[in-house]
C-alpha cells in the first residue's frame, strides 16, 4: 500500500557531501515521523534523524550532529538527508522510514525503503 523510495547514495571521498531523498507514494492518508537510520554488516541497524510533521521537531545521533541535516517537504512526501564532512565510519546502507496512516485506516504504520548504499573512501 506505501512504498519508500531511496536514492541519492554513492561513492564520496573523506569531507565531501551527498544528499538523500525518499519518497513515500500509495495510498497515504497522513505522515506522522520521517527517519533514516543506517547500518554496516554485522551491527545493528541505527537511528541517524528523525523529523516529527512539517518542520517540527529534529532529532540526530550524537555521530552526525554537525554534519547532517534532515527535512522533508510534504507536499511532495519527501524526506532529505544532506549529509556534508563525510567520514569513512559514515559507510553504510541508510534506509528510510516513516510512519504513516492509509487511506481508511486509523492506525498507523511502519514502513521501510529497500535502503541506499552510501560509501566513503578515497
Known amino acids: 500500500q506505501v512504498q519508500l523510495v531511496e536514492s541519492g547514495g554513492g561513492l564520496v571521498q573523506p569531507g565531501g557531501s551527498l544528499r538523500l531523498s525518499c519518497v513515500a507514494s500509495g495510498s497515504i492518508s497522513s505522515i506522522n515521523a520521517m527517519r533514516w537510520f543506517r547500518q554496516t554488516p554485522g551491527k545493528q541497524r541505527e537511528l541517524v534523524a528523525s523529523i516529527i510533521d512539517s518542520g517540527g521537531s529534529t532529532n540526530y545521533a550524537d555521530s552526525v550532529k554537525g554534519r547532517f541535516t534532515i527535512s522533508r517537504d510534504n507536499a511532495k512526501n519527501t524526506v532529505y538527508l544532506q549529509m556534508s564532512s563525510l567520514k569513512s565510519e559514515d559507510t553504510a546502507v541508510y534506509y528510510c522510514?516513516?510512519?504513516?496512516?492509509?487511506?481508511?485506516?486509523?492506525?498507523?504504520?511502519?514502513?521501510w525503503g529497500q535502503g541506499t548504499q552510501v560509501t566513503v573512501s578515497s
Open positions: 522510514n516513516a510512519i504513516v496512516m492509509v487511506m481508511a485506516s486509523t492506525s498507523w504504520r511502519n514502513y
